[in-house]
């Protein structure tokens, strides 16, 4: 099993950042891609982000391309989500997720296999 746990989350004013982390614990081996989602209330869940585990190839939405950056701390099995340049529209529960093999899309979030409790974020205009 695998355990995820975010941490970051908070109230912004537009314009501000916020930094997300996730920390991942257990059988966390083989991991092909981690990634971040986000859900706000009466829409689907969303992909944001996703950083190749391997290599470190990252990978963003359309929608926060030049204001969010993912990384990845290997030392600490940790993943960021820095956020800049935050709206009122990326108020969402933001998700960690980790997909184990390289099948299905890393852009879908039914082809990951472990979630984290979600973390609150909340831009104020």
């Known amino acids: 099993q695998v355990q995820l746990v975010e941490s970051g989350g908070g109230l912004v004013q537009t314009g501000g950042s916020l930094r997300l982390s996730c920390a991942a614990s257990g059988r966390t081996f083989g991991r092909a891609d981690m990634g971040w989602f986000r859900q706000a209330p009466g829409k689907e869940r969303e992909f944001v982000a996703s950083?190749?585990?391997?290599?470190?190839?990252?990978y963003y939405a359309d929608s926060v391309k030049g204001r969010f950056t993912i990384s990845r701390e290997n030392a600490e099995n940790t993943v960021y989500l820095q956020m800049n340049s935050l709206k009122p529209e990326d108020t969402a529960v933001y998700y960690c997720?980790?997909?184990?093999?390289?099948?299905?899309?890393?852009?879908?979030?039914?082809?990951?296999?472990?979630w984290g409790q979600g973390t609150q974020v909340t831009v104020s205009s």
């Open positions: 950083i190749m585990w391997s290599d470190g190839s990252t």
């Open positions: 997720a980790l997909r184990r093999f390289f099948l299905g899309s890393r852009y879908q979030a039914g082809d990951y296999d472990y």
